[in-house]
Structures are given as C-alpha cells and as structure tokens.
C-alpha cells in the first residue's frame, strides 16, 4: 500500500481523502490516503516526518502551498508560475517534486460545465494565489483574451505583467470594467468573510456563465450576485476540487480518474 496525505490547516473538512479514495477503488490503486493538519509553523518538518514513513506523495492546501513551493527540489513549469504548489511527488532518492493542478482542474471543469473556451473572452476576478495558479492553464485554453481584475489594481497589474509572454493577458481596473464577458470567474476570498469584489454589472450579460472557485452547501455570494444580475448560468468550485485531484492522483499512479463518477455523490454530501 503506497502512502499518500493531504496537508493543510484547518485540515477536518477536507474531501480529499474520500476523492482519492473513491479513485483509488475506480482505477484499482493500492493506497492509502489521510488527511494531516500540520502545525501552522511546522509545515516542513510535519511533511519530512510524513516523507521518513515511506510516503510516496502529498496534496497541499491552505495556507501551506507557497511554502510547499519553497522546498521542492524540483518544479514542473505550472508550478513554477504559480509560484505556488498543491501536488508533492517523493521520489526513492529523496527528492520532492512539486506541481500545481488546480489550473487544469478549473480549466477541465469550465470545458465540462460551458463547453469548449476557444475564442472566449474571460474575466478573472482576484489576483492572489488561487488566480496566479490557474493562468497558465486558462491561457493554454485557446481562449480570445484573459483580463484580470482585483481590489488591488496593482496585484492585477503584476500577474498580468508576470504572463505577458504566454498569452493575451491584460490587467483592467474593477471600478471602470463595462464590457460583458462570455466567462467571469471569481478567485477572490471575499466570499470567506461574506463579501463580495466590487464588481459592476456591465460585466454580465444573458450570455455571461460565472464560476466561482468556492463552493459550500447554499449558493455562494458571488454566484448570487451574478444571478441577481442576469447571469446565463452560475457553478460553484466543487468540479475543479475533484478535477485537481484527478490530475494529482494521475501524476502519481500514471493512470487518470473519472471525476465525473463521483461528482453526484459529492453534491450530495454537500446538501
Ligand atoms: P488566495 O490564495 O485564496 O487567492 P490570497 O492570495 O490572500 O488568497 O488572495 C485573496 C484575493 O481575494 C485577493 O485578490 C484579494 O484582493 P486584494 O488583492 O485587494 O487583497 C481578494 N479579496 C479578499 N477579500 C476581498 C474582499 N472583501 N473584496 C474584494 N476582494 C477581496
């Protein structure tokens, strides 16, 4: 049995062992899967104990990715741009490999929910680590043009700066966006403290499909809001949590899961 964790604080409502379990039983993969919560400093020194044990693997979340990144030996190019990692490899000679799946995650979800994003004109609202990490992706996407939004211009500004050669990228300011978009996603942690980006309605259209990367058991604020406004279609984040680890438990075991298989039970436990 191959061992694997996920590592984050607070850590108890985590989905990640039930998904890799689930997975683990569709491809036949002998592992086994927990979820630790690592002191808030202690981050390192919880995973090398966890790397001493044999451990073949690990998932990182919040607030432990950008230190995750900081220790890897190696990095894939997503990782390296994100600047930020959730999917660690051990190898047997002691290195650790970092990657970043959220990205493919999201962008496998938006097929999966809008169709395909060739040509689109996509809004991203929000500039910190949950945006920086799902770029690359989205820029990869054949879309028409990526434009990025935040509180902060400036946070904008510089991711928008930092991609300038992968794509067309470009940072707007948030009070004076008019255009409709065809996607807006929303990588804000506003929604954590019951607020919602100052965003205007201009952005949404009849056609307009939003997607928030937060999920929980009602409709998240910001899908509310763009519901209020006339948004053509709202979908929360729970596709892109069980397409990242889909993609994580394929970087480890070589064999890629249906995520769809699971999404229904999953919504379910959600209600
Ligand atoms: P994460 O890793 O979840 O992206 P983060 O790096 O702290 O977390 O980034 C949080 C993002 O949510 C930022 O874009 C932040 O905007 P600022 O750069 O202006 O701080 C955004 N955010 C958080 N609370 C917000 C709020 N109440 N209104 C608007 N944006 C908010």
Redesign the pocket.
């Known amino acids: 049995t191959d061992l694997y964790a996920v590592f984050g604080n607070p850590i108890v409502q985590s989905k990640s062992p039930y998904i890799h379990g689930e997975f683990a039983k569709q491809t036949s993969q002998d592992i086994s899967y927990q979820a630790i919560e690592s002191p808030v400093d202690q981050f390192e020194s919880t995973l090398r104990t966890f790397i001493t044990q044999g451990a073949k693997g690990a998932n990182v979340t919040?607030p432990f990715k950008e230190q995750a990144y900081a220790l890897c030996d190696e990095l894939s190019e997503l990782a390296k741009l994100a600047g930020a990692v959730n999917t660690l490899s051990f190898t047997s000679k002691g290195k650790i490999i970092g990657d970043n799946t959220d990205g493919v995650g999201l962008v496998n979800d938006l097929q999966m929910q809008f169709g395909a994003l060739d040509s689109k004109r996509i809004l991203l609202v929000?500039?910190?680590?949950?945006?920086r990490g799902c770029i690359l992706p989205l820029l990869q996407s054949h879309i028409g043009k990526l434009v990025i939004c935040?509180?902060?211009y400036n946070?904008a500004q510089q991711l928008a700066t930092l991609f300038h050669d992968y794509g067309h990228v470009c940072a707007e300011d948030i009070n004076t966006l008019n255009d409709e978009f065809d996607i807006v996603i929303n990588?804000?942690?506003?929604g954590l403290?019951g607020?919602?980006?100052?965003l205007p309605e201009a952005i949404i259209g009849p056609n307009t499909m939003c997607y928030d990367m937060s999920y929980g058991k009602n409709i998240t604020i910001f899908n509310q809001w763009a519901q209020s406004v006339g948004a053509k279609h709202t979908v929360n984040g729970l596709g892109m949590l069980v397409g990242q680890a889909a993609k994580s438990f394929s970087i480890w075991r070589g064999v890629m899961p249906d995520p769809q298989m699971i999404m229904s039970t999953i919504r379910q436990q959600m209600s």
Do not use: D, F, I, V
């Open positions: 919040a929000g500039a910190g680590g949950a945006a935040n509180r902060t946070k990588s804000t942690s506003a403290s607020e919602l980006a100052p």
